[in-house]
Structure formats: structure tokens, C-alpha cells
């Protein structure tokens, strides 16, 4: 009993625990203007964020946390086309990126599509072994969902 608590103490110090959805999740350095950039997301600036990530895509430097990032911005100007396009790009590059799959839902929560929002949903459950926070709330948006 005791090396199975061991084994699973070792298993999520190893993981490092869960992360916020718009963390880093790709391990890479951020660029310059990244943080300045997350304080635009934060501060609700869509406009201000997605001019200063774009600066990653346009140096080749964007990463699938880049790209979830431009689609949160855009999910919040409400230019769902858009933002579907960039969670896609950080799908791509990434197809366990946790942050993608949580906001991916909720922006096709937005449009009305509730079945792909469960796919997200359904993924995020496979990813998350231990559960996490992205899983929580697009479950709970999901829960919360009612038709327009």
C-alpha cells in the first residue's frame, strides 16, 4: 500500500500538477512581448493581445500556446471563424494541448454546436488522467449550456 502512494506521490511531482489552460504548456522560452501580451488577455485588450502574438507567428516562433492564445482573443471579439482557425493550428501542433481543447469547446458552446463541444469534452477526459482544470470548467460550461 505504502509503494503504491509512493509510486502515485512520484507520478504527479514527475507531471508537475496541473497547469492553467493558457500556460505554457509547450516547455518553450516565451518571447519578449509574451508577457505583455498574456496582460492583454487578462486585461480583456483582444485587440492588443492578437497584434502582439501575431508578432510570434510572423518571427516563425509561434507555438500551440501562441495559437490558443490568438483564439482566445478572437473567441472574445466574437470572430468565432477566426478563432476556430487558430485552435485548430494549436490542435495541430499540439493534440493533447489541454487549453485548446477547453476553449475549443466553449467557443463551439458559443455557436451552438453542443456535440462537438462534448467531443472536446470527451478528449480533455482522455488527456486528463488525474482530471484537470480545463476538464472542470468545460464540463461545467457544457452542464450549464442552454440553447439560444
Not at 14 to 20: F, H, I, M, Q, T
Not at 68 to 92: P, S, W
Amino acid at each position: 500500500m505504502k509503494l503504491a502512494i509512493s509510486c502515485l506521490l512520484a507520478m504527479l511531482l514527475l507531471s508537475g500538477g496541473a497547469s492553467a489552460a493558457g500556460s505554457n504548456e509547450d516547455k518553450t522560452t516565451d518571447s519578449p512581448w509574451a508577457p505583455t501580451a498574456r496582460k492583454a488577455i487578462s486585461d480583456k485588450d483582444w485587440t492588443a493581445a492578437i497584434k502582439l502574438f501575431e508578432r510570434d507567428v510572423a518571427a516563425k516562433t509561434a507555438t500551440a500556446d501562441t495559437y490558443n492564445y490568438l483564439g482566445f482573443a478572437y473567441r472574445g471579439l466574437k470572430q468565432y471563424d477566426k478563432a476556430f482557425e487558430h485552435y485548430a493550428i494549436a490542435l495541430k501542433m499540439n493534440p493533447e494541448h489541454r487549453g485548446a481543447h477547453e476553449y475549443l469547446g466553449e467557443t463551439y458552446l458559443a455557436v451552438g454546436n453542443l456535440a462537438k463541444a462534448k467531443e472536446h469534452l470527451a478528449a480533455l477526459d482522455r488527456i486528463c488522467f488525474f482530471g484537470c482544470q480545463e476538464y472542470d470548467d468545460l464540463k461545467a460550461a457544457v452542464a450549464a449550456y442552454r440553447p439560444k
